[in-house]
């Protein structure tokens, strides 16, 4: 019963940031006429503003976020063309990511290497996992198998590191650069700065259950080792 319990809390501190995150955009993506413009209209005037007109505003079916190779603000089409509190808050904060850009964040620099390596990173570590059993019965040295396994273990947590460093990013471009510039520049009333916030903190904390699922992950091929 207990083992039940601490699996059930596990899943919980797992997957419920998931589910929260999911229910807060969704709670402040109904469309309000009120509002100036829309997400796309939003990134594309803030950016224009920063003078950062080189950088595009553009849709995208793998989700919204900021593209530092091609410069690029990608927003999904309910946030690029809705106007909701939601679809202006994401648009803020991927415009927040282009301006960390801009301004040269060590951080950001490290993340964005990090994240190209990673690539590289995981098909090598999958290669090195699906080889090992082959590779022991070659060899008939078990140890070198076991040596092979934690080599790739050791590659898939290069994931961990990039999430670490990818949240106070996160955290910067929502409070440090989109809710002041929606708040002190009156792009949104008063009454909605809660709303608001929410989606923000929403927006950060994605990568806090990208991170989590991605520690699951991890674990798992541990005991799997084991």
Not at 88 to 107: F, K
Not at 163 to 168: A, D, E, F, G, N
């Amino acid at each position: 019963m207990l083992y039940l319990v601490i699996v059930l809390l596990l899943l919980a501190l797992i997957f419920g940031p998931q589910f929260w995150v999911r229910h807060e955009m969704e709670k402040h993506a109904g469309a309000r006429p009120d509002l100036p413009g829309t997400g796309g209209e939003l990134a594309r005037h803030l950016l224009d503003r920063f003078q950062l007109g080189t950088v595009a505003v553009e849709t995208t079916a793998a989700g919204d976020h900021y593209d530092p190779d091609a410069r690029a603000v990608r927003l999904s089409p309910d946030n690029h063309d809705g106007r909701s509190i939601t679809a202006v808050a994401v648009a803020a904060h991927e415009v927040g990511h282009a301006i960390q850009h801009a301004q040269g964040s060590t951080l950001f620099g490290a993340r964005t290497g990090l994240a190209r390596l990673l690539g590289l990173v995981d098909k090598v570590a999958m290669v090195v996992l699906v080889t090992a059993p082959l590779v022991a019965i070659l060899t008939r040295v078990p140890s070198i198998a076991l040596m092979q396994f934690g080599f790739a273990i050791a590659l898939l947590g290069i994931g961990l590191v990039v999430h670490l460093v990818t949240l106070p990013l996160e955290f910067d471009a929502s409070f440090g650069k989109a809710l002041p510039i929606l708040t002190n520049d009156g792009y949104l009333h008063p009454g909605d700065v809660p709303a608001a916030r929410g989606v923000l903190r929403a927006a950060a904390l994605t990568y806090v259950a990208g991170a989590l699922v991605g520690l699951l992950n991890f674990l798992r091929l541990l005991r799997f080792i084991r």
